[in-house]
Structure formats: structure tokens, C-alpha cells
């Protein structure tokens, strides 16, 4: 499966020779390159209730174990750091993992190829991603179908031209008609080429992880990346309680590389974990725990993103559901585990099960999204586009959604009180029985007062109808998308790195055969 802009933008950019010209005629940021938490995180459960699922995460860790497959390093990291190895699996003294993990950074800066929309990870700040790991794509006028280069690039503009969203994601949509051993050099490229935010890099084998790294190091330099993060490498777990060689392999190409992995189990209740919320919780934390301290002892003091995802499923039917209450309360108490731990957080997201761009797709992702936003996630990952269980990126839900993340940036901002926001001036100005409308108050702060959506329809129902065709959100959204790839414009890129780029995506796809499986 799957701001503070003076902040971001002092952090040191890299220094490249003879490149200066890509940077310094980058383009500027269309909104805040992150968000800064105005509003505490919201905890459900009581110290005493916390240690419980800590305590079941550790015996499950010293009892039980978890099987690490196809990876010997891996054994032998364990067995030297004083863990119980007994072929595949390797059980853990409860505390063993939380110090290793100790020397991971609480927060840290992922830099971009244009220093302003630099991102930090960790603490308060808050990161929107698009969806991840969609076979399939969908709009209005064609229907599903499965995605192409095309619609991966189309998806990066849409997100690139977003102010609310703030990094260019991974795997936005498969590109299925490029072959599977070549499409992640095609993704990593069109990230660098067609957005100038933070990107993902490849996870399906530690070859290809490595290519995305390489390519990282022709766009920012092989010194600043083995001193700066800059991509990210998204690894599953293979629950219930196993690691593959596949996901342990590529993990450790970013850890030694000094990039940082996102450790993510993936947990249906019922099938992959237990169909109570304690239990489930209690799994996906001992299984994430041994991830992000597998980092530390390939480097240590590497980045690492402790990450979750809780869903239910119909046992009616063995279907997966998504937006479900119980995995969002669920990420309640995964942020609070997260946060003792002092390691940043990439949880929840936009999730719906719906088919279609409409009210169960919203109202199934709002209440995931709400999940992410109070349990404290630093980078939410499938922030806009999440359909049919994630096996669909729609086109429309992908700016209703970065439409959302938009009014959440105010939802997060919390509450500015001060001598401007109590606004004693306007009710002295006013009086009783009068109003606000044209006080020199709202005159200086109208502008700014409230966020402004560019898809719902604020106007009197007879407007709705006569002049803007009845038209519903959906539709609104069709329209949007396509005027937005129409006026796109890609960020500028350096020649001589473009050309870098390329000739190393020319020699790897020519030393090995397509191959589609």
C-alpha cells in the first residue's frame, strides 16, 4: 500500500558549482512550504491505558518476535546488537528496541531543489502529501482506467501547482505503461522535472532504491546528501510480524545514504492484526518500532519517520474499508505512542472506499483526515486523490481534496488572540444594533480573515442555478483540474543537470531488458 516560511527558507542550500543559476531563479513558493501547529495534539488515552499497549507491543516483540526474510545483514545486525536470533526470527528484551532508536532526530529538514519549499519533519510542523500507490486512475470523462506516464506527470503539475499541499509525493499513480524494473528512473525524473517540492523515491527493490538516491546526488550534490535528507523511501511491513528482504533492503540503501525511510505497517483488522483497536495498535507498533531501529543500526542518527496505517475491513464480505471510525480513534493513540518515542509521525490521510468523487468519498476522508491532523502526524501521506480503497487516483477528488487541505491550514493555524483579533476598535466603532460590514476593522482585515475555497458554492441557490448550470462539486473540480494543467508551468531546471539526469536514466534503462512483472 500503499509555517513558518522564514524558518524553512534559512536553512543553508546546497552549494553546487557552476549550478547557481538553478536555484537562484527558482521560483517562489505559492503558499507556506509547511505547516506550523497552532492547535495541541489530542490524546485518548490515559498514562496508565498507554502503558498497557506498551507492554503488549513488548511481549509480543520478546514472545512472539518478528521474522526478518531474505536479508542476512539484517540477522546480523540483530544478533550484534544483543537481540535473539533463531533463523528468520528474532525476539527483542522489552527496552531494547526503544534505546536503539534514541539516536534517531526528533525532527529534521527534507530539502528541496528550491530551497524555499524546504519541509521540516518532526515537532509542530505539519506536511500534506498527495496519495500513494494507485494502479489505477479516474476521472469524470473516462472513467477508470489504469495510469499511464502521463497521469503520474499530470498528477505532479496538479500537486506542484497547489498552495496547499507541500511535497511532491512518491508513487502518485503506477505508470503502467512503462516497464516495472524501468518506471521508477521515468518517476524519480518527472519529481525533479515537473515540481520544484520535496519528493519520494523507489522502495520495490534495493536497486532501484539506490537509482533514486543516485539520481538525488546528480540533482543536490553526493556531499550534501550524505549530510542533508533529501528523498524519502516509503517501506511496508509485511504484517502480521514479518519483514522481507525486498522492504528491509531498500530500507537500509536510505538509511546508510543518510535518507530517511518511512517504516509503515499496514494492518486490516481481522486479516493482518486483530479486530479490536488495542490489539491492532499493540502490532503496528512492535512492527514499526523494529523498522525505524533497523535505520539506526545501518546508520545511526539516519532519519526516520515512524509510521502507521490502521484500517478495518467488512467481515461480511473480507473487503477492506477505509474512512472507518475505529482506525482514525486508532490514530489517536499511535500519535501519543509516537510522540514518547520523540520520532516524527506519518499517519492517516485522506482514505475513502468510495468509487466516485462524491459524498461518501468526502465524508469517509474527512473523518480519516481529522485523525491525522489531532493525533499530532508530522507528514500525511495520501493527503489528496485517495479513491476506491487506493486503487484509484482521481483526477477530481484530487483538488476537492487539496481544497480541504486548504481550509485545514486555517484549522491547524488555531486561534490568534490579540489586541487586532478581540477587535475592541470595531465594537467601539459600531455600537449596538448596527454592523461590521464596512468598519475600518473588517476594512484591514477582510482580506484575511477567512480562507477562501476555489470549488464550494457560496452564492444564493438562484445564481447556483441560472448562472453557474447546477453544477455539484465534482463537476466543479473536472473543470479545475484541466484549466490547471492547461496554465501550468514547470519550475526552471538546470541544463546541465537535466542532461546529468538523463543520460543516467539512457544507460540504466539500455543495460537490462524491459521486464513486466
Same mark, same amino acid.
Given at each position: 500500500? !500503499? %509555517?513558518?516560511?522564514?524558518?524553512?527558507?534559512?536553512?543553508?542550500?546546497?552549494?553546487?558549482?557552476?549550478?547557481?543559476? =538553478?536555484?537562484?531563479?527558482?521560483?517562489?513558493?505559492?503558499?507556506?512550504?509547511?505547516?506550523?501547529?497552532?492547535?495541541?495534539?489530542?490524546?485518548?488515552?490515559?498514562?496508565?491505558?498507554?502503558?498497557?499497549?506498551?507492554?503488549?507491543?513488548? *511481549?509480543?516483540?520478546?514472545?512472539?518476535?518478528?521474522?526478518? =526474510?531474505?536479508? &542476512? %545483514?539484517?540477522?546480523?545486525?540483530?544478533? *550484534?546488537?544483543?537481540?535473539?536470533?533463531?533463523?528468520?526470527?528474532?525476539?527483542?528484551?522489552?527496552?531494547?528496541?526503544?534505546?536503539?532508536?534514541?539516536?534517531?532526530?526528533?525532527?529534521?529538514?527534507?530539502?528541496?531543489?528550491?530551497?524555499?519549499?524546504?519541509?521540516?519533519?518532526?515537532?509542530?510542523?505539519?506536511?500534506?502529501?498527495? %496519495?500513494?500507490?494507485?494502479?489505477?486512475?479516474?476521472?469524470?470523462?473516462?472513467?477508470?482506467?489504469?495510469? /499511464?506516464?502521463?497521469?503520474?506527470?499530470?498528477?505532479?503539475?496538479? %500537486?506542484?501547482? &497547489?498552495?496547499?499541499?507541500?511535497?511532491?509525493?512518491?508513487?502518485?499513480?503506477?505508470?503502467?505503461?512503462?516497464?516495472?524494473?524501468?518506471?521508477?528512473?521515468?518517476?524519480?525524473?518527472?519529481?525533479? =522535472?515537473?515540481?520544484?517540492?520535496?519528493?519520494?523515491?523507489?522502495?520495490?527493490?534495493?536497486?532501484?532504491?539506490?537509482?533514486?538516491?543516485?539520481?538525488?546526488?546528480?540533482?543536490?550534490?553526493?556531499?550534501?546528501?550524505?549530510?542533508?535528507?533529501?528523498?524519502?523511501?516509503?517501506?511496508?511491513?509485511?504484517?502480521?510480524?514479518?519483514?522481507?528482504?525486498?522492504?528491509?533492503?531498500?530500507?537500509?540503501?536510505?538509511?546508510?545514504?543518510?535518507?530517511?525511510?518511512?517504516?509503515?505497517?499496514?494492518?486490516?483488522?481481522?486479516?493482518?492484526?486483530?479486530?479490536?483497536?488495542?490489539?491492532?495498535?499493540?502490532?503496528?507498533?512492535?512492527?514499526?518500532?523494529?523498522?525505524?531501529?533497523?535505520?539506526?543500526? !545501518?546508520?545511526?542518527?539516519?532519519?526516520?519517520?515512524?509510521?502507521?496505517?490502521?484500517?478495518?475491513?467488512?467481515?461480511?464480505?473480507? &473487503?477492506?474499508?477505509?474512512?472507518?471510525? !475505529?482506525?482514525?480513534?486508532?490514530?489517536?493513540?499511535?500519535?501519543?505512542?509516537?510522540?514518547?518515542?520523540?520520532?516524527?509521525?506519518?499517519?492517516?490521510?485522506?482514505?475513502?472506499?468510495?468509487?466516485?468523487?462524491?459524498?461518501?468519498?468526502?465524508?469517509?476522508?474527512?473523518?480519516?483526515?481529522?485523525?491525522?491532523?489531532?493525533?499530532?502526524?508530522?507528514?500525511?501521506?495520501?493527503?489528496?486523490?485517495?479513491?476506491?480503497?487506493?486503487?484509484?487516483?482521481?483526477?477530481?477528488?484530487?483538488?476537492?481534496?487539496?481544497?480541504?487541505?486548504?481550509?485545514?491550514?486555517?484549522?491547524?493555524?488555531?486561534?490568534?488572540?490579540?489586541?487586532?483579533?478581540?477587535?475592541?476598535?470595531?465594537?467601539?466603532?459600531?455600537?449596538?444594533?448596527?454592523?461590521?460590514?464596512?468598519?475600518?476593522?473588517?476594512? *484591514?482585515?477582510?482580506?484575511?480573515?477567512?480562507?477562501? /475555497?476555489?470549488?464550494?458554492?457560496?452564492?444564493?441557490?438562484?445564481?447556483?442555478?441560472?448562472?453557474?448550470?447546477?453544477?455539484?462539486?465534482?463537476?466543479?473540480?473536472?473543470?479545475?483540474?484541466?484549466?490547471?494543467?492547461? !496554465?501550468?508551468?514547470?519550475?526552471?531546471?538546470?541544463?546541465?543537470?537535466?542532461?546529468?539526469?538523463?543520460?543516467?536514466?539512457?544507460?540504466?534503462?539500455?543495460?537490462?531488458?524491459?521486464?513486466?512483472?
Amino acid at each position: 500500500m !500503499e %509555517a513558518g516560511m522564514g524558518e524553512a527558507a534559512t536553512i543553508e542550500a546546497p552549494a553546487r558549482r557552476g549550478r547557481g543559476t =538553478r536555484r537562484d531563479n527558482a521560483a517562489k513558493p505559492l503558499g507556506v512550504p509547511y505547516i506550523v501547529r497552532g492547535i495541541p495534539t489530542y490524546d485518548v488515552l490515559s498514562e496508565e491505558n498507554l502503558q498497557k499497549v506498551e507492554r503488549a507491543a513488548d *511481549r509480543i516483540l520478546a514472545e512472539v518476535g518478528i521474522e526478518f =526474510r531474505d536479508d &542476512s %545483514a539484517v540477522l546480523d545486525h540483530w544478533k *550484534r546488537a544483543g537481540a535473539k536470533v533463531e533463523g528468520v526470527l528474532v525476539r527483542f528484551e522489552p527496552g531494547m528496541l526503544r534505546e536503539i532508536v534514541s539516536s534517531a532526530p526528533a525532527e529534521f529538514t527534507q530539502h528541496a531543489r528550491n530551497p524555499a519549499n524546504n519541509v521540516q519533519i518532526g515537532g509542530s510542523k505539519v506536511v500534506f502529501s498527495p %496519495a500513494y500507490g494507485s494502479p489505477f486512475v479516474m476521472d469524470l470523462d473516462k472513467g477508470r482506467r489504469y495510469g /499511464t506516464l502521463e497521469d503520474f506527470r499530470n498528477f505532479i503539475k496538479l %500537486a506542484q501547482s &497547489s498552495p496547499w499541499l507541500h511535497h511532491s509525493g512518491g508513487t502518485i499513480c503506477e505508470p503502467v505503461d512503462i516497464p516495472v524494473n524501468k518506471r521508477h528512473l521515468d518517476m524519480v525524473y518527472s519529481h525533479i =522535472r515537473y515540481s520544484d517540492r520535496p519528493f519520494m523515491g523507489s522502495i520495490t527493490a534495493e536497486e532501484r532504491a539506490e537509482d533514486s538516491i543516485d539520481m538525488a546526488r546528480i540533482l543536490f550534490g553526493a556531499d550534501f546528501v550524505d549530510r542533508n535528507c533529501v528523498i524519502l523511501g516509503n517501506v511496508n511491513v509485511n504484517s502480521p510480524l514479518v519483514w522481507d528482504g525486498t522492504m528491509t533492503k531498500s530500507l537500509r540503501a536510505y538509511a546508510r545514504a543518510n535518507q530517511a525511510a518511512v517504516i509503515v505497517p499496514f494492518i486490516l483488522g481481522g486479516a493482518m492484526g486483530p479486530v479490536t483497536n488495542a490489539g491492532a495498535i499493540a502490532q503496528s507498533f512492535a512492527e514499526t518500532l523494529a523498522g525505524c531501529a533497523l535505520t539506526q543500526l !545501518e546508520r545511526k542518527g539516519a532519519p526516520v519517520i515512524f509510521g502507521n496505517f490502521l484500517s478495518s475491513m467488512s467481515l461480511r464480505s473480507g &473487503s477492506p474499508t477505509f474512512g472507518t471510525p !475505529e482506525p482514525a480513534i486508532g490514530s489517536m493513540v499511535v500519535g501519543q505512542l509516537a510522540r514518547r518515542l520523540k520520532l516524527p509521525l506519518r499517519c492517516a490521510g485522506n482514505f475513502s472506499n468510495s468509487k466516485l468523487p462524491d459524498g461518501q468519498a468526502m465524508q469517509e476522508g474527512l473523518m480519516s483526515m481529522l485523525s491525522a491532523v489531532h493525533c499530532g502526524a508530522n507528514f500525511i501521506l495520501h493527503s489528496a486523490g485517495f479513491l476506491d480503497g487506493l486503487l484509484s487516483m482521481s483526477y477530481e477528488k484530487f483538488v476537492m481534496d487539496a481544497d480541504l487541505c486548504g481550509a485545514l491550514h486555517s484549522y491547524l493555524a488555531g486561534v490568534t488572540v490579540d489586541d487586532n483579533t478581540l477587535a475592541m476598535d470595531a465594537f467601539l466603532e459600531v455600537g449596538p444594533g448596527s454592523h461590521f460590514l464596512g468598519c475600518d476593522h473588517t476594512m *484591514r482585515n477582510y482580506q484575511t480573515a477567512f480562507w477562501d /475555497t476555489t470549488l464550494s458554492d457560496n452564492e444564493p441557490f438562484e445564481k447556483w442555478s441560472e448562472e453557474g448550470g447546477s453544477t455539484d462539486m465534482a463537476t466543479r473540480a473536472n473543470r479545475q483540474w484541466k484549466k490547471t494543467l492547461a !496554465e501550468y508551468e514547470a519550475p526552471p531546471l538546470d541544463v546541465a543537470v537535466d542532461e546529468a539526469l538523463c543520460d543516467y536514466m539512457e544507460r540504466k534503462k539500455a543495460a537490462m531488458a524491459d521486464a513486466w512483472y
